[in-house]
């Protein structure tokens, strides 16, 4: 620190020495004081004055970067920016903001899209964020942008892809419940610590009817992590679905304490005591939600409606659903829900038992078509006109685990019309990626021929079936996908090039007829691996050991033959 020292006459001759400190505040605050008064060039010198008392505080130079762009050097600002970044430190996100910033002002509108997509993806919610995206906005808008977004779109749309299919969100949200369990007990027995794959776990073996498996891991989960709350939720509605109420309360009571700021997780807990019966407690958790969150959103507004209903609250759930019936979308739903109360409200004994779901009122009828997917044997559906009726319906209106089943139930179905459906369904626009490839297989499965529209990201495209690789099965899971490829990578090793194909044929024979079956599933990749090499190696005539086959899989002979006895079936059956 520099200390310079003033004098000053008194009048009786002597003097009086002064004493002035000059530091990084000092001229700081002067800095300050010039801007205010758009005294720039004084700004200018003052804020140099911050970066030679302290060249390591990257504050000072964004200050001095900001004092160059009032002043039109955006290329000295850009200089110190980066050199903040490179140099001092990375982390300091709002520089991201301030080049995007400069480069508009420079007419450079691809490399400001570039920046500011950059800080969105840093920090989502910070300080500059509603900036940011309205400054994206006009970019995309006003000034023909968009190359950098969609890029950044497309990345974004891969790395949420792959973090969705390793803890399991991906086939959870896609209604693939089933190929969440095989991928999830995969993942846990190589990341024992992936705490996000248990929970998932957890709510795959719900979905699919494994309710003691479900609980036992939540337990699990919940003795090592005790204020886990993804697991005390899955404890709780568990416990709520086994009708223990004795220990309901217990259950409950650690979610009517909690409170948590990530919105996500708040939802999950007011859902939860929604769930189980605590609508005062799920009403309490969605108003302090509400408070937060501007605006709310359409889930938050029909939960905070759902839950007041519940408790009888007739005028908050009015309120609630009459701001929903604002959103087009939700309209209908809102109509719905707003009849029931008028209704209630005619007989002061009535109550209501609403979903916390937001569900469109179709879904209440799609439940009879569920049912029958579950109970009527599929070669009802040819004969039954009726039935028949219930399946196009449910493809068309039905949430994203009807139409699944929906779809299978047409392959089975295999007629003009069924392929007619799935025809038309894989070219409509509000499908999912996996809906539409499930679709796909069901029109590879019946043999369907000629052409077919797809509309895919890039828009429509007119396909040929018989071109689509029947490989494209692999994709709904990707523990078939690996069962082949180690098949193929060992016969390569064994010198058997020559019956790749042939177990390839075998193996895509078995998935699409497993494809029919909703219930079948593929566990263990290894036993699968061994058991295709064995039943291929036998029907082609190569010397075989199925004990030896055991050994190097580390998995029982048992396993194998079990495995190469499905595989048989299907072979059997298919004729070949």
């Known amino acids: 620190m520099d200390t310079h020292h003033f004098r000053k006459s008194s009048n009786n001759g002597s003097s009086n020495v002064i004493a002035m400190n000059f530091d990084a505040a000092y001229f700081f605050e002067r800095g300050v004081r010039f801007l205010q008064r758009n005294d720039l060039n004084k700004a200018l010198k003052a804020f140099r004055k911050t970066v030679e008392y302290e060249p390591n505080n990257p504050v000072n130079y964004c200050n001095l970067a900001g004092v160059y762009s009032e002043m039109g050097d955006f290329e000295a600002s850009n200089e110190l920016l980066e050199h903040v970044l490179c140099d001092l430190d990375p982390n300091m996100t709002e520089c991201q903001f301030y080049l995007a910033n400069n480069y508009a002002n420079m007419g450079e509108y691809d490399t400001a899209e570039e920046y500011v997509l950059r800080y969105l993806d840093a920090d989502p919610n910070g300080e500059y964020a509603d900036d940011a995206e309205e400054m994206l906005s006009v970019l995309l808008d006003e000034f023909g942008g968009g190359r950098a977004f969609e890029k950044w779109q497309e990345e974004k749309r891969k790395l949420d892809a792959q973090q969705a ?235 994203h685990e009807t139409r699944r089943r929906v779809i299978r139930a047409l392959a089975v179905v295999a007629d003009e019309d069924a392929e007619k459906a799935l025809r038309l369904f894989v070219g409509r626009r509000d499908i999912d990626e996996t809906l539409r490839l499930h679709a796909v297989v069901a029109l590879k499965r019946i043999g369907a021929r000629g052409t077919v529209r797809l509309f895919m990201a890039d828009g429509e495209q007119e396909v040929s079936i018989e071109q689509i690789d029947p490989d494209v099965i692999f994709d709904l899971n990707p523990n078939w996908r690996e069962v082949w490829v180690r098949t193929e990578e060992w016969l390569h090793k064994a010198h058997l090039q020559r019956l790749v194909p042939e177990a390839k044929r075998l193996w895509l024979t078995y998935l699409y007829d497993m494809f029919l079956h909703v219930h079948r599933r593929i566990g263990k990749a290894d036993i699968w691996v061994a058991g295709l090499i064995y039943i291929t190696l036998r029907y082609f005539g190569v010397p075989v050991v199925q004990r030896e086959l055991a050994e190097e899989f580390a998995v029982a002979a048992s396993s194998i033959r079990k495995c190469s006895a499905r595989l048989e079936q299907s072979l059997l059956t298919s004729g070949i």
């Open 165 to 399: 299919t390793k803890d399991g969100r991906y086939f959870l949200e896609n209604g693939q419940f089933e190929a969440a369990v095989e991928w999830l007990e995969s993942v846990i027995e190589e990341e024992p610590e992936n705490y996000a794959a248990y929970n998932n776990l957890c709510l795959a073996y719900y979905y699919t009817g494994q309710h003691d498996k479900a609980l036992s891991l939540a337990e699990d989960v919940l003795y090592r992590q005790p204020d886990n709350i993804h697991a005390l939720c899955n404890r709780a509605i568990l416990v709520k679905h086994f009708g223990w109420r004795d220990m309901l309360d217990a259950a409950a009571e650690p979610l009517q304490k909690v409170f948590p700021l990530h919105y996500d997780l708040a939802m999950k807990v007011g859902t939860t005591l929604g769930i189980i019966g605590y609508h005062a407690d799920a009403l309490e958790t969605f108003w302090r939600l509400i408070r937060l969150t501007t605006p709310p959103e359409p889930v938050l507004i029909h939960a905070t409606a759902a839950a007041a209903a519940n408790c009888k609250n007739w005028a908050v759930a009015e309120r609630f659903w009459q701001m929903l019936a604002r959103e087009t979308d939700y309209e209908a739903v809102a109509d719905h829900y707003l009849h029931r109360v008028a209704e209630a409200r005619k007989d002061d004994t009535a109550s209501l038992r609403v979903s916390y779901q937001l569900d469109l009122p179709v879904e209440e009828q799609l439940a009879v078509v569920k049912d029958k997917l579950k109970d009527t044997k599929l070669e009802a559906w040819r004969r039954d006109p009726l039935l028949r009726a219930s399946l196009y319906w449910g493809l068309r209106h039905g949430n």
